[in-house]
């Protein structure tokens, strides 16, 4: 008993309320916000984190990586392109990311992105990984290699220039001419000596999951997943329609952002506590930990979330669906364990194969 006493008291003091991003930077090129753990503490709980970018055209994120896996979903924007070098390699890998990509980034990946159009289109993406390995668990931390917080202009002159065998004053207009950080806006000049996407390449690792015929993308229909680690499923709820309650099996987490519209969600935790029971609106992420069982109920305009989890092969079950374990126990367990009539069980039952 006092281990149940334990366990209701830690699970109260978890806030898994939504919560908005906050803005981290903000330049002629765009801007980036983060969910940072000391602002969201199940963030640095779960080890997980989020950011989202926004570009304005001819907005360019300098050269980085980070210190975690994490995958980008492209909300808004239909012409931008990713540049990436992938750990122990030496090729650049250029794609074309658009509405519904999901690009993922394992650990390690250096990458630029360039919003490639004249006209007033943003380009806005939403990060989202695991951070059990990162440098502050529940927020990514980015290692530029150029602008003014690049980790390039952190060594000595001398360093650089006996780096790469190249005079002090070359090394130094190699660390200090780019007076940008995070973000800049190219000319247009420079707009058009940017390298064009490989079209074959961006089907390998990018994939539209809003074209696709599942909402879920794991490793076995996307590949490329398995790199970072991780997984996804996009629900689209019409207006007041209900995802039943889900539950990983595994020891996942999952992180929801909500993309379009509104509504409600519910996480029900051990013990059968609900722990949130709270309107939600586009902008917001909210953090389901292992185990815990979910629900959603879209608003009068309807709900679109974007979840990620922390595995590229979760366990996913459906309290109310097609697969339901409800479903699969014997009439006799069923009705002995909800203690209900023959008649409401086989309502029950019948309810959960048309789900």
């Not at 090729?91 to 658009?98: A, G, I, L, Y």
């Not at 989202?128 to 150029?146: D, K, L, N, R």
């Not at 979840?307 to 006799?332: C, R």
């Amino acid at each position: 008993m006092i281990f149940f006493k334990e366990i209701i008291l830690s699970m109260d003091g978890m806030d898994l309320s939504p919560k908005s991003a906050q803005k981290l930077f903000e330049g002629d090129g765009g801007a980036y916000y983060i969910w940072s753990s000391s602002d969201v503490p199940v963030l640095g709980e779960a080890k997980v984190g989020a950011g989202k970018l926004v570009l304005q055209p001819h907005g360019f994120a300098l050269p980085h990586h980070a210190d975690s896996s994490k995958l980008g979903y492209v909300l808004q924007g239909n012409d931008g392109l990713v540049g990436m070098v992938f750990p122990n390699t030496s090729e650049e890998v250029v794609v074309r990311v658009k509405k519904g990509d999901v690009i993922p980034l394992p650990v390690g990946t250096i990458s630029w992105w360039f919003n490639n159009v004249d006209h007033s289109e943003e380009l806005v993406v939403v990060f989202m990984g695991e951070t059990a390995g990162a440098h502050v668990p529940g927020q990514f931390s980015y290692f530029f290699i150029a602008g003014t917080l690049s980790i390039l202009a952190g060594f000595s002159t001398e360093f650089v220039s006996k780096s790469f065998n190249i005079t002090e004053d070359e090394a130094d207009g190699i660390t200090k001419s780019q007076t940008g950080a995070l973000i800049i806006k190219l000319g247009q000049d420079e707009k058009a000596k940017m390298p064009l996407p490989n079209l074959k390449l961006t089907d390998k690792f990018v994939h539209n999951i809003s074209t696709s015929s599942t909402t879920t993308l794991t490793e076995k229909e996307f590949p490329f997943l398995k790199q970072a680690g991780l997984s996804v499923n996009l629900t689209k709820l019409e207006a007041n329609a209900i995802s039943s309650p889900i539950y990983t099996a595994d020891s996942i987490v999952q992180v929801i952002y909500i993309a379009r519209g509104s509504g409600r969600i519910q996480i029900v935790g051990v013990n059968g506590q609900r722990l949130l029971d709270a309107e939600v609106t586009a902008g917001q992420l909210l953090v389901v930990p292992t185990f815990f069982m979910v629900a959603k109920l879209a608003g009068h305009t309807g709900l679109e979330c974007f979840t990620l989890m922390t595995s590229s092969q979760p366990v996913v079950e459906d309290l109310a669906g097609k697969t339901s374990a409800l479903g699969a126990l014997s009439p006799e367990v069923l009705r002995i364990s909800l203690n209900i009539t023959p008649e409401l069980e086989k309502l029950l039952k019948s309810k959960i194969r048309k789900v």
